[in-house]
């Protein structure tokens, strides 16, 4: 073989080692979407899909708006192609961050069709959140505030929805992503929890949370609402940027408040064989500072903070039981029992999880909550409110 055969060969195989964008498209060329809702196709039959898309093409240039585009089938990926029949195949839903589900589809149909369609498509990021509607539809927070029939807006709501669930090292709300969501549901013991959002009613914002709604399986069968859903997050979560109120006996006399801040709390959950059955223990630190102190208190020596340390863990741990200990009646495992034994000791789990049901209501728990105050908001004396006032 002569030189210059043998260099046209090597410059063949080099060819076949090289790799283009032979699917590329540019933006304009993409339909990107959002965010989607999804609801009950009609009369309760299939499903319908509104996907909130970018309008690129929008008079501002510099805040970009969203249109609507409304698609049915008889499942999740039959409505999915359909949008791609309309718009040519060109949907884009790599940007999409937020995906809504209304109360019915959530309690009567389930998510685990629309968690299947979300790991096989392609594009779908891990990393986005799923919530339940707290209004009649999923549709209506697309365009909350808005007349059902709007279907253009200079805002994109999906992003300003998904900027709210995201900020969770600040106790917003206790938001999953969408691979958290596959694992809970795959694994089958701790009860999924998923926020339950509806429209606010300030006017700086379009969304405010509304409690949690909680899963048996893949089905939404009980919801917790807003003070309870306090207590849920500080012993399920590393929760961070939450207001909790402690009743005190103040000095004069009488019933005040103070409002700690807790920037950072800690759940530990431990369990130990006791006989038949199991033993489990939560423990809780949780780190604070005083955010409003009652008036006539004076200056806040050591020997107050310590005070309100211990009032709080007491209240605060009282608090927690007997949240756990009402969803344990109505067999909702909040705190993640069954996994703490499934993680640690499998085989154990193996054993007991025919009679799980059972453990779970008469299982021991106890619950440990410790504050530890780090500031006090100010160098001198504090003059706060009365409560009540």
Known sequence: MSGRMRSLLLICLLILTLTGCWDYRGLNELTIVAGVAVDQ???GQGVALTFEILDLNAENAQQPGSLLLHTTGGTIAEAVYD?????????????????VVSRAMAEQTGIQSLMDFLIREEGVRNSLHV????????????RPGEESGAEEHQRIFSAALSEGLSRRQRGTSHAKAAYEIRHILAANTTNLALPIIAPAEADDRPFQLDGMALFTGDQMTG?????DMDIYLLAGTRLGDRAFPVEMDHPDGGADRVILANRRSRPRLAFTRAGD???FHLDI???AHVAQMPAGWGAVDQAAIRKIERTAGEAFSRQVLELIDRQREASYDIIGMAEAV?????RLWNE??????????????????RVQIQNTGTAGGYQGVRHGE
């Open 277 to 279: 059955g199991l033993s």
């Open 41 to 43: 196709g009609q009369d």
């Open 131 to 142: 919530v339940v509607a707290a209004t009649d539809t999923a549709a209506e927070l697309l």
């Open 285 to 287: 630190s949780m780190t």
């Open 352 to 369: 007991i999880n025919p009679d799980w049901d059972r453990l779970l209501k008469e299982s021991e728990v106890t619950v440990q909550v």
């Open 223 to 227: 919801m917790l609402d807003q003070e």
């Open 342 to 346: 499934q993680n640690v000791a499998p």
């Open 83 to 99: 949008a791609y029949a309309k718009l040519h195949g060109n949907l884009y839903f790599g940007g999409i961050e937020v995906v």
